[in-house]
């Protein structure tokens, strides 16, 4: 006979209380499932309206994180002129094959034609300062001697994926770039050795990684600092109109002449190749600035999506923080709740079970034994609360939860469900311990 | 084998200070079989206690097979209580959600021994108490009569050479009480030394020595036939 069978065989005996921790967990465990889907599944929803608004490159200023901007933490001063920028799309075998072929190249695909090489917008990116995080940009910090991202591997793309953002080392400003410098870029795109235009300092590219709720990476969002971009590209704004900065960046990034990608690097790329021996890029630069030439000559542009996504992001996103602040009170105080209940009922059951431990305690066994017999039924029914928790939470988000709920959720759903489980009923389990070592055998006899 | 020497117990402190046990020396040696007797309060129970190595005494010592219970820490004390004694109460404190077999199997689930074992050991100390028939009847199932069995069996399952029991016959009809009797003149005759608290003449007169105990001092010990 072994303990757990004791465990077991007392589970089921006192099944009254042992049914009470059990609906404790599920509560616990079940509310936070749905919440934590409900929130999911709001931001999914909010990530396909953005999408939707066709906007997935920003850029930003260099104070701003797309978390101020989304939050409405963004004051009119820091855009005075339209700031925002290109309609791009990309998934991460486009953004592997770039970087497989040319190591500061990024290609993005464009969001009605991604299947279609005559739409992809290129983006060279010529190094990074070491400081990035995903909610600060600072002034860059040229690593000296820093690595080359030069992996073809997909793996080596990830391992410069610092949190949200991708680090691509630069190599100091004196430094011979490792791949051979495409001759044929525009002048405001070279880079190198005594370029004036290139001593401001390294560009400054985030990639967001956005997965769906299978946890699977939907695509790529990319943000450039436009300070950085005005710097790197040596740009001036003639009265201050950033949006002829932008005009200038997007240009610089599209305008690789037709036929020039190939020499890029060691790999032909039958793709970008193709696009340039048809002449499509061109096209498609035009088409993509089009709203912003338009925007830039002060003509209305009913078609330019950075302002109604601002704008309406900025509110569904501020609804969203509202109601799951809500949703977190509910869930804090339902915590509380049940690690009270769990820690109650702890010490009851062992009061309950204050003689049968002394007898135990005076025929065979040690404190720990009692212990460890009271923490693994405490461990049972967290496991089997945290199952049927998540069960439940993840049917009444599906049931109740808004429209595009799947009703199995991620494996981080079910980690969060087990951890939630174990946390509000072991912790609690502590107060049943405490009473359980100090049964002294001898007054339990004596009792008896 | 069990060597009482000079054995204090004193509860609370200061003035609400009560002396449970006063100085008791005590021997018992193997196959002795030991009725303790006295009043109620009279420390009986202390005594029964302090010689199973559940109740540190204020002074003293109780030494078994020569090694002193509470000269060494709990793991050791309780390896030692294991090894050495099986206990049998009044109330019989049998696990109610559990069999009878797996309540006798309870002394064993710390040993490291595998579930067969234990379990074979088991039913050997049922069949010993005549209940093997009854094995696998929950505690809470059983008459009382069985219950006590089931008690004696599990103070047996460890193969001790001391039971220590407190009042085992007390809530006994007379036939069951005499059968317990006699399975502990069994046990005696074994070589298994007993020691009990009893109230109970009968056990009384069956028992080799007889300690009595007043104020938690003993009074002059006599024999069994000196009682009778």
């Known amino acids: 006979m072994r303990i757990r069978h004791i465990v077991l065989k007392e589970i089921r005996h006192r099944w009254a209380t042992s049914l009470v921790i059990l609906g404790a967990v599920v509560l616990c465990v079940g509310t936070i499932v749905f919440i934590y889907r409900v929130r999911q599944s709001s931001m999914d929803e909010l990530q396909r309206a953005m999408d939707g608004m066709s906007t997935n490159v920003v850029l930003l200023h260099e104070d701003l994180t797309l978390a101020d901007y989304l939050s409405g933490n963004v004051g009119e001063n820091h855009f005075p002129q339209p700031h925002a920028a290109v309609t791009v799309r990309t998934d991460p075998p486009v953004l592997e094959r770039a970087q497989t072929f040319y190591q500061r190249k990024v290609t993005f695909t464009h969001p009605d034609h991604p299947d279609d090489p005559a739409y992809w917008v290129e983006l060279v990116l010529c190094g990074v300062g070491p400081e990035v995080g995903e909610t600060s940009v600072v002034e860059p910090r040229i690593s000296e001697g820093a690595a080359e991202l030069g992996s073809t591997a997909a793996e080596k793309l990830e391992d410069h994926l610092v949190g949200n953002m991708l680090v691509i080392p630069y190599q100091g400003p004196d430094a011979q770039p490792a791949v051979r410098e495409p001759t044929g870029l525009p002048p405001h795109l070279r880079r190198g050795p005594g370029d004036r235009r290139q001593a401001g300092g390294p560009a400054q590219v985030r990639v967001r990684r956005t997965r769906d709720r299978t946890g699977t990476i939907k695509d790529y969002m990319v943000f450039v600092d436009l300070d950085v971009a005005r710097r790197l590209y040596g740009l001036t704004e003639p009265d201050g109109d950033s949006t002829q900065t932008v005009i200038n960046v997007v240009e610089g990034v599209l305008a690789l002449a037709p036929g020039e990608a190939d020499r890029y690097g060691d790999a032909p790329d039958d793709g970008l190749a193709a696009a340039a021996a048809a002449g499509a890029e061109r096209d498609a630069i035009a088409e993509l600035l089009e709203p912003l030439k338009r925007r830039a000559e002060g003509l209305e542009n009913p078609g330019l999506a950075v302002y109604a996504m601002r704008g309406e992001a900025r509110a569904r996103h501020q609804a969203l923080l509202s109601r799951s602040q809500r949703m977190e009170l509910v869930a804090l105080g339902i915590l509380i709740f049940g690690a009270l209940v769990v820690g109650g009922y702890a010490v009851l059951n062992v009061r309950q079970r204050h003689k049968e431990m002394g007898v135990m305690l005076a025929i065979a066994a040690r404190p720990k034994h009692l212990n460890i017999m009271f923490l693994e039924k405490m461990f049972i029914l967290a496991l089997a609360g945290g199952v049927i928790g998540a069960a439940l939470g993840s049917i009444t988000a599906a049931q109740w939860g808004p429209p595009g709920t799947a009703l199995i959720g991620s494996w981080a759903t079910y980690g969060l469900a087990i951890l939630v489980a174990l946390v509000v009923t072991m912790l609690p389990s502590l107060a049943g311990v405490f009473v359980a070592s100090h049964i002294d055998p001898a007054n339990t006899l004596r009792d008896l | ?228």
């Open chain 2, 1 to 228: 084998m069990l060597d009482v020497q000079n054995v204090s117990k004193v509860y609370g402190h200061n003035r609400q200070a009560i002396r449970a046990l006063d100085g008791v020396d005590l021997r018992v040696n193997r196959g002795e079989f030991v009725a303790i007797v006295g009043p109620s309060g009279s420390g009986k129970t202390s005594l029964l206690l302090t010689m199973g190595g559940l109740l540190t005494p204020t002074s003293g010592k109780v030494l078994i097979d020569g090694a002193s219970f509470y000269d060494v820490g709990a793991p050791a004390r309780t390896a030692m209580r294991l090894k050495y004694c099986g206990f049998m109460f009044q109330t019989f404190h049998l696990i109610p959600y559990l069999t009878a077999a797996e309540n006798v199997m309870l002394p064993l689930i710390t040993t490291g021994m595998n579930a067969r074992s234990q379990r074979e050991m088991a039913e050997d100390c049922l069949q010993t108490v005549g209940l093997e028939q009854r094995k696998d009847q929950k505690a809470s199932k059983l008459s009382v009569g069985e219950m006590q069995r089931v008690a004696l069996a599990r103070a047996l399952v460890n193969r001790p050479a001391l039971i220590l029991a407190d009042e085992p016959t007390a809530n006994l009809d007379a036939d069951t009480a005499s059968l317990v009797i006699d399975y502990l003149q069994t046990f005696k005759a074994e070589g298994i030394a007993v020691v009990l608290v009893t109230h109970d003449d009968r056990l009384g007169q069956v028992a080799d020595r007889i300690v009595q105990i007043r104020q938690g001092k003993t009074v002059a010990p006599s024999d069994s036939k000196e009682l009778s």
